[in-house]
């Protein structure tokens, strides 16, 4: 009797076995803690280190279009493409923001402003070489100022402004060049130039530039004259051909 009870115990629990494998059985699942597999129950995962990846995620843009990267340097970079060139004043349909990198910590967008140029943040780091171009308009150069005839004194600017060169030629004698801050030629006796530089036996030039920067600054006026001594006597000389350029 015993045996009997046994083998119909075990031909159920086969029966019930074929049925669990049939296809279309459904079958619940439930986790460690004894609750149904769920969004707020989700079935845990564990992958051991150097695991392989076991499944992926695809990015897609709003027109349900893949994103894609290109591997630069090691590291995968996002690809983005514009929709077009914008015209000049338009208004833009969409933007993206510009990085230029990092400042060690966090990344930095490039800064433009509203007309698209870039801004630069205030400082004195190199940042290249900038040369100027030829140019043939009066804004690009400096007008000469030079006497119409032999002098001893010239005044280059009757006002604040910066000299960038000075050319003086001695005709029959040797003397000093000096230069005042002043808007006028101080009287001859005792002086005090800002500079005062020895021109030799004539006939000779002296030529000072101040082209390449920074220029000399006079907050008054801008003077120059020739003596025939120096450099804090001036006895002016009716002599030299003076020239200057200034702004």
Sequence with gaps: MIRLMIALALALAAQNIAHAEAPGMLVGLVGGDGNSVSTSHPLPVTLSTGAAVIGAVNLNDGSGNPLTSTTISSAYRLNV???GIIAAGATAGSYVYEMGGTDGTNTRMISTDTSGRLILGAG???IGGVYQAPNATSAAGIAPSATSAL???LVLKASAGNLYGLTVTTSTVAGYV?????????????????KCI??????????ISWRSGPASYYSTGITAVFSTTGCFTKTASATAFLDGDVQ
């Design 124 to 126: 004195t780091n190199a």
């Design 151 to 153: 002098a001893g004194s």
């Design 81 to 83: 493409h514009t929709l």
């Design 178 to 194: 000096m230069l005042f801050n002043a808007t006028s030629a101080p009287a001859d006796g005792a002086v005090t130039p800002t």
């Design 198 to 207: 020895y021109l030799g036996a004539a006939p000779s030039t002296v030529a």
